[in-house]
T-cell receptor
Framework: EAGVAQSPRYKIIEKRQSVAFWCNPISGHATLYWYQQILGQGPKLLIQFQNNGVVDDSQLPKDRFSAERLKGVDSTLKIQPAKLEDSAVYLC?????????????FGPGTRLTVL | KNQVEQSPQSLIILEGKNCTLQCNYTVSPFSNLRWYKQDTGRGPVSLTIMTFSENTKSNGRYTATLDADTKQSSLHITASQLSDSASYICVVSKNNAGNMLTFGGGTRLMVKP
C-alpha cells in the first residue's frame, strides 16, 4: 500500500517569497492534516480536512497561510509571504476518518528553510 | 491546558542496553495514547496505541505502559540497536474531539556502537 506522498522534500526560499507544498494521502482516507514541526519540537496541527471541507484551521496563520483540498483527495498548503520563523518541516498526514482511534499516517515531510 | 510532557529530552545509550522514556499528560477527556518513532528526515510512525483500559502493550522490543490514574506512560526499549536512533514522540488523543492529537516534544535517542 502506498503511503502519504509529499513534494517537494526540500525547499529554500528568501523571506517574503511564496511557496507551495503538495500532499497526496493514502487512497481512501477521508481525513487529511497539515502539521508544522519546528526543529526539536513535536508537530503542531495547522489545518484538518474531512473530504474537501475544513474541520479545524484554528492554528493556521490565515494572513499568510492557506490550504485547499478541492476534490477531497490531494491537498496544497501555501505560504505567502514567507517569514524567517516559517522555517520548519511541514508534515502531511491522513487517516481513514476522524474518529480518535483512527491512526494518522504521516508523509516524509517538506523541509522549508527561509533565508 | 492540554499538555504532553516528555523526559528526558535526549538520551545516549550503548548498543545492546535497555532504556525507558517517560511521558506525562494532562489531556482530558482521554481517548488513547500512542508512541511514535520519527527517524531523521522521515514522518512519525506509530509504534503502539493504548486505550484507557490497557496498561501495557508490546511491539517487538518496544513495550509501552500506561497508568491512566497518574496520567503517565513509558516506552521501554530492550536490547537497543543502532536503528533505534530516532526521536520518540508521545501523542495523546482527546475523546470526543475528532482525531485531534496533542504531541509531546519528543525524546531524541542516540544508540552508539
Amino acid at each position: 500500500e502506498a503511503g502519504v506522498a509529499q513534494s517537494p522534500r526540500y525547499k529554500i526560499i528568501e523571506k517574503r517569497q511564496s511557496v507551495a507544498f503538495w500532499c497526496n494521502p493514502i487512497s481512501g482516507h477521508a481525513t487529511l492534516y497539515w502539521y508544522q514541526q519546528i526543529l526539536g519540537q513535536g508537530p503542531k496541527l495547522l489545518i484538518q480536512f474531512q473530504n474537501n471541507g475544513v474541520v479545524d484551521d484554528s492554528q493556521l496563520p490565515k494572513d499568510r497561510f492557506s490550504a485547499e483540498r478541492l476534490k477531497g483527495v490531494d491537498s496544497t498548503l501555501k505560504i505567502q509571504p514567507a517569514k524567517l520563523e516559517d522555517s520548519a518541516v511541514y508534515l502531511c498526514a491522513s487517516s481513514w476518518t476522524r474518529g480518535a482511534h483512527n491512526e494518522q499516517f504521516f508523509g516524509p515531510g517538506t523541509r522549508l528553510t527561509v533565508l | 491546558k492540554n499538555q504532553v510532557e516528555q523526559s528526558p529530552q535526549s538520551l545516549i545509550i550503548l548498543e545492546g542496553k535497555n532504556c525507558t522514556l517517560q511521558c506525562n499528560y494532562t489531556v482530558s477527556p482521554f481517548s488513547n495514547l500512542r508512541w511514535y518513532k520519527q527517524d531523521t528526515g522521515r514522518g512519525p510512525v506509530s509504534l503502539t496505541i493504548m486505550t484507557f483500559s490497557e496498561n501495557t502493550k508490546s511491539n517487538g522490543r518496544y513495550t509501552a505502559t500506561l497508568d491512566a490514574d497518574t496520567k503517565q506512560s513509558s516506552l521501554h526499549i530492550t536490547a537497543s540497536q543502532l536503528s533505534d536512533s530516532a526521536s520518540y514522540i508521545c501523542v495523546v488523543s482527546k475523546n470526543n474531539a475528532g482525531n485531534m492529537l496533542t504531541f509531546g516534544g519528543g525524546t531524541r535517542l542516540m544508540v552508539k556502537p
